[in-house]
């Protein structure tokens, strides 16, 4: 027993003896986030690929790291890519962002979510569907011929009451989706901060 607590003991000490990773291109990767074995913390991993930090999903997609603010523990991920011709998110085939609840991240409540190209179901959520909401002014934001025009959409201010692991979108529900972070009633959509903002627990 007291060999388990002095291996343990030295497992937690190399992991906070770590100090932060190398640059990844032009971006700061601050403790704990961790790019490697050598630096960070283990649990706060990154990836740096192709010269930009990228986050990993549980559902096996990377999204591309926009910023990090360590003193406030949050990061912002680039919302997925709507694919060419349709009204599908690239992150479609895994319905949508999901993070591994037994890692310390979770989606922050600085994020206004907007599910487009919705099915008629939709309309018996508790959602935004009107005709003012924020998902309308980004339809009537996006280029002319986008197949995310004058689809139904809808959306919602992810709050403490939902849940803060996942963006779900389906076939039949929802097939794609945008964020934007920090969003005020009155922002142009064309100066929207477009992004997912995630938040991580300080290591204890």
């Known amino acids: 027993m007291e060999l388990v607590i002095f291996l343990m003991l030295?497992?937690?000490t190399q992991v906070s003896s770590l100090g932060a990773c190398p640059k990844c291109g032009s971006m700061e990767v601050p403790y704990p986030l961790s790019t490697d074995d050598r630096c960070g913390?283990?649990?706060y991993k990154v990836y740096c690929k192709n010269g930009g930090l990228e986050f990993l999903s549980a559902g096996g997609v990377y999204y591309?790291?926009?910023s990090i603010d360590s003193s406030a523990y949050k990061l912002v991920i680039s919302p997925p890519m709507i694919q060419k011709n349709t009204c599908y998110s690239s992150d479609l085939s895994v319905g949508g962002l999901s993070l591994?609840?037994?890692l310390p991240f979770n989606i922050s409540t600085h994020n206004t979510v907007l599910l487009l190209n919705c099915s008629?179901?939709?309309l018996l959520s508790p959602l935004n569907c009107s005709s003012n909401s924020f998902c309308r002014a980004y339809e009537n934001n996006v280029v002319e011929g986008s197949t995310c025009k004058n689809t139904l959409c809808?959306?919602?201010?992810k709050d403490s009451a939902m849940t803060s692991h996942r963006i779900r979108i389906r076939v039949g529900g929802c097939t794609a989706y945008t964020s934007v972070v920090n969003?005020?009633?009155?922002?142009?959509?064309?100066?929207?901060?477009?992004?997912?903002?995630?938040?991580w627990v300080c290591p204890s």
Do not use: T
């Open 64 to 66: 591309e790291v926009l």
């Open 10 to 12: 030295i497992s937690v």
């Open 100 to 102: 591994d609840e037994n």
């Open 41 to 43: 913390d283990p649990r």
């Open 154 to 157: 809808c959306h919602y201010l």
């Open 120 to 122: 008629s179901d939709i």
């Open 183 to 199: 969003i005020k009633p009155d922002d142009p959509a064309g100066s929207w901060n477009y992004g997912i903002e995630l938040q």
